[in-house]
T-cell receptor, first 116, second 112 residues
Framework: KAGVTQTPRYLIKTRGQQVTLSCSPI?????VSWYQQTPGQGLQFLFE???????NKGNFPGRFSGRQFSNSRSEMNVSTLELGDSALYLC???????????????FGPGTRLTVL | QKEVEQDPGPLSVPEGAIVSLNCTYS??????FMWYRQYSRKGPELLMY????GNKEDGRFTAQVDKSSKYISLFIRDSQPSDSATYLC????????????FGKGITLSVRP
């Protein structure tokens, strides 16, 4: 089975621009979560989508948004980029969402975003 | 205070050493505890997954959870150069679906 894929792998933008990142989950996985990884803050949860609905949201400003399509693929958008948005953005997919036992999350390789 | 604290490292050990990695947490609602390994330029991969207090062993890896002390550990026996990576602890609440709260990670280097 193919793993989680993320595109693009690397991206350079300038302040004020917006960016869209894409994530294709493992086939059959219905939940997609997004995380931001920086040296200073580590891995931080952005949001999670299940069946095209946002199920959970972290403490990030409204400039960070996402969506999920009917085929479970997900996109994340960051508007009005700031220097501090430079990070590795990781997507993780899991089989289901909810219930009493969290399912294993499988991470993609990430998109390295640099904001100049 | 962050919800999950992890020794920042880095950590360098000789091949064959026993490695102990630790995390503390403050949220009593955490019930599920995980250790992820992340190689350079890769996403994290799940190493160990435990529920509530106790020990779990998988080959050279042992995960321990002490909920009374809000402390979790990962032990690596007979460490190998291939174990050189960043190790991240992660936790989630019961029924909180997919939100994982991570420690900042510790970079381990195993010297041949």
């Amino acid at each position: 089975k193919a793993g989680v894929t993320q595109t693009p792998r690397y991206l350079i933008k300038t302040r004020g621009q917006q960016v869209t990142l894409s994530c294709s989950p493992i086939s059959g996985h219905r939940s997609v979560s997004w995380y931001q990884q920086t040296p200073g803050q580590g891995l931080q949860f952005l949001f999670e989508y299940f069946s095209e609905t946002q199920r959970n949201k972290g403490n990030f400003p409204g400039r960070f948004s996402g969506r999920q399509f009917s085929n479970s693929r997900s996109e994340m958008n960051v508007s009005t980029l700031e220097l501090g948005d430079s990070a590795l953005y990781l997507c993780a997919s899991s089989l289901t969402s909810g219930g009493t036992r969290p399912d294993t999350q499988y991470f993609g390789p990430g998109t390295r975003l640099t904001v100049l | 205070q962050k919800e999950v604290e992890q020794d920042p490292g880095p950590l360098s050990v000789p091949e064959g050493a026993i490695v102990s990695l630790n995390c503390t947490y403050s949220n009593s609602a955490f019930q599920y505890f995980m250790w992820y390994r992340q190689y350079s330029r890769k996403g994290p991969e799940l190493l160990m997954y435990t529920y509530s207090s106790g020990n779990k062993e998988d080959g050279r890896f042992t995960a321990q959870v002490d909920k009374s002390s809000k402390y979790i550990s990962l032990f690596i026996r007979d460490s190998q150069p291939s174990d050189s990576a960043t190790y991240l602890c992660a936790m989630s609440e019961t029924g909180a679906n997919s939100k994982l709260t991570f420690g900042k990670g510790i970079t381990l280097s195993v010297r041949p």
